[in-house]
């Protein structure tokens, strides 16, 4: 079992920055891929980033040169750095961890923390 637990959201106004921060704790050995998704009121949960090994990073179009994610290994954190907000990344952001077990893969969630953007 793996635990994930955010922290960072709140309010910003548009041209803001905010920093997001998920740890994990429980059976982190497994974790492989580690991942920031969000999801707007009305819309589906989308990929925004995510952090497939030592150094491979992913960003989906509209956040890219603006979003920065950054993962410790060490401390079991998964970090979403925010810049130049608009109010389209108003959401629920959520941090996912997929884990690799002997019978397949297991994809955990964490709460998921409010991110929103005023204009």
């Known amino acids: 079992q793996v635990q994930l637990v955010e922290s960072g959201g709140g309010l910003a106004q548009a041209g803001g920055s905010l920093r997001l921060s998920c740890a994990a704790s429980?059976?982190?050995?497994?974790?492989?891929?580690m991942g920031w998704y969000r999801q707007a009121p009305g819309k589906e949960r989308e990929l925004v980033a995510s952090?497939?090994?030592?150094?491979?990073?992913n960003y989906t179009d509209s956040v890219k040169g603006r979003f920065t994610i950054s993962r410790d290994n060490a401390k079991n954190t998964l970090d979403l750095q925010m810049n130049s907000l608009k109010s389209e990344d108003t959401a629920v952001y959520y941090c996912n961890a997929i884990c690799q077990g002997y019978s397949g893969y297991v994809l955990y969630w964490g709460q998921g923390t409010q991110v929103t953007v005023s204009s």
């Open positions: 429980g059976d982190t050995m497994c974790i492989t891929v």
């Open positions: 952090s497939i090994g030592i150094g491979i990073t």
